[in-house]
Structure formats: C-alpha cells, structure tokens
Nanobody
Framework: QLQFVESGGGLVQPGGSLRLSCTAP????????IGWFRQAPGKEREGVSC????????QYADSVKGRFTISRDNVKDTVFLQMNSLKPDDTGIYYC?????????????????WGPGTQVTVSS
C-alpha cells in the first residue's frame, strides 16, 4: 500500500535551517499534489505547505510564509520543504501526504495512512 516516508528533521536553534524530504517508494509520485503537515504537542495537525503535481502551484500557511519553500523533483519522486529562520513554534512532527492545492492544504480525501513523520525541534 502507499506509504509516505519523511526524513530530514532534527534539533536546531532558533534561526536555523532544515530541509525535509518526502517520498513514497513504489508509487506514481508525480501524479499527486503533496502537502506537508505538522502536529505540535497538544495541538491539532495543521497544513504547512503544499505543491501541485507539476510544481507550478504552491500554498503556504501564513505562519511560514517567507521562511519556508516547498519544491519537488518528480524524476527523483521527492518533495522537499526548505525551512529557514526556524522558530520554537515550528516544533512538531512533520508529515507528508497527498493534498489538495487549496489554501490550508487539507489531506486529499481524508487521507489516513500517515507515516511516522520526522521530528523538528527548535530550541535554544
């Protein structure tokens, strides 16, 4: 079954940078709009950013605009999230999943096969 795999998280100080990667081995990855979602302790999962199947259209949560950049390489079946100027509020587990390309980047058709995610911790 389709299983998305996230990587690239870690512990960084405020103002630092990380680049997350998302792939789904064995899938027709380039056919999907993909979103990044995160869940902080005690909070609901929220959409962070998403990108259309061809990469022409992107969306960002207001809280990350100007700091995060989403991109994709369909030859390598990978979606990236470059995160700069990280803040403590960016801390959480980051997941990728098929997504709408609408503002808010909702999981497509109530996607439920979440992977393990990758932990991002921003702390001084």
């Amino acid at each position: 079954q389709l299983q998305f795999v996230e990587s690239g998280g870690g512990l960084v100080q405020p103002g630092g940078s990380l680049r997350l990667s998302c792939t789904a081995p064995g899938s027709s990855f380039g056919y999907y709009a993909i979103g990044w979602f995160r869940q902080a302790p005690g909070k609901e999962r929220e959409g962070v950013s998403c990108i259309s199947s061809g990469g022409a259209t992107t969306q960002y949560a207001d809280s990350v605009k100007g700091r995060f950049t989403i991109s994709r390489d369909n030859v390598k079946d990978t979606v990236f999230l470059q995160m700069n100027s990280l803040k403590p509020d960016d801390t959480g587990i980051y997941y990728c999943a098929p997504s709408t390309i609408l503002p808010g980047c909702s999981p497509y058709r109530a996607f439920s096969d979440w992977g393990p995610g990758t932990q991002v911790t921003v702390s001084s």
